[in-house]
């Protein structure tokens, strides 16, 4: 992928406009390491070099959530759902010993509901770069899990925000 949406190399009348989100990398990221894929992004760098301010606050941005929450990308491999079906914005990837769900979006309910881990009565979930265990229940066969109270300002990180599920059914 390349972060200007419209060329592969660097345009000088380009609009901010033009180029992905810090949020649109993520979510791409997300989507394409939970279906086993990997992520290659671009920057087109100038005549002489150079690699805008824009690239480099992207790449940078990136940087930061991954050293939050790396361990949801390095190394994973897909679940048995990649998307959740009752929160299409949650996608999930795995190791050995752990689920992880990509949220990449803050739910206004303070909730995430997911339909596809199961817990048991032995589940713990963790929000990456959050020191406290998270909590949950069942409803339904649907598991919500609630959000810490906490300023933005707080948060682990930005853009998206990763649940780490362990000792799932």
């Keep these: 992928m390349t972060i200007d949406k419209k060329s592969w190399g660097y345009r000088r009348n380009s ?51 991954m050293r939050v929450n790396g361990e949801a990308i390095y190394g994973t491999k897909p679940w048995r759902a990649q998307n959740d079906t009752l929160s299409p914005y949650v996608w999930y990837t795995s190791t050995k010993g752990a689920v992880y769900a990509i949220v990449l979006t803050w739910p206004k309910s303070g909730n995430v509901t997911i339909a596809a881990p199961r817990v048991s009565p032995n589940t ?38 990763v649940l780490k599920l362990q000792n799932i059914a």
């Design 124 to 161: 713990s979930v963790q929000m990456l770069g959050y020191p406290t265990p998270l909590k949950w229940t069942v409803t339904n066969n649907h598991t919500a899990i609630i959000l810490p109270v906490i300023t933005p300002d707080s948060l682990p990180c930005k853009y998206a925000w």
């Design 15 to 65: 609009q901010l406009s033009d180029y992905l989100t810090t949020h649109e990398i993520i979510s791409t990221l997300a989507e394409t390491v939970s279906c086993g894929g990997n992520l290659l992004i671009n920057v087109g760098p100038t005549a002489d070099g150079r690699i805008l301010p824009v690239f480099e606050e992207r790449l940078r941005e990136l940087g930061d959530w």
